[in-house]
């Protein structure tokens, strides 16, 4: 699996934006925000039962990400059109503000090492991704255990200071400089 220091991998990969006719399919790189922190989050399945909770989330504090200068990315191995009918069916994924990335061929998912061995379908991981490109954070999740989209914040907080910040530090709290 990849880790802290290594470079997030180049990718290429289409990705549900919108429930709009006509406007619902968008190519989404490794270029596509560059210059920006990346936030990208793996999920099993669509039409699960963890994962809707997780996206949703993602979505309900996408401003929060945004105005840190982060871009949320989600994906799992379903195609863009299962992704489709999955908001179109879903009310609480219905508006998603973030691309829902399509990882088809595994090749994002295999490139981060995140597929589960058995089931062959990504882990809940987590990576946050600074604007060179830098994987600076990751946690994986067991299938069975949703992540915490107030921790992903925290930790996103606490690496844009670019200082040293003690166990349980969250913004406002004293850093320990450098």
Known sequence: MLTIGDRFPQFDL?????????????????KSHEGKWLVVFSWPMDFTFVC???IAEFGKRNRDFS????????????THFVHLAWRNSDERLRHLPYPMLADTKRELSSALGVLERNAGVPLRATFVVDPQGVIRWVQVNDLNVGRSVDEVLRVLDALQTDELCPCNWKPGDATLGK
């Not at 289409?14 to 490794?30: D, L, M, N, Q």
């Open 67 to 78: 105005d840190r200068d982060a871009q949320v990315l989600g994906f799992s191995t379903d």
């Open 14 to 30: 289409e990705a549900v934006t919108s429930i709009e006719k006509g406007k619902e399919f968008t190519r989404i790189t490794h």
């Open 52 to 54: 809707p909770t997780e």
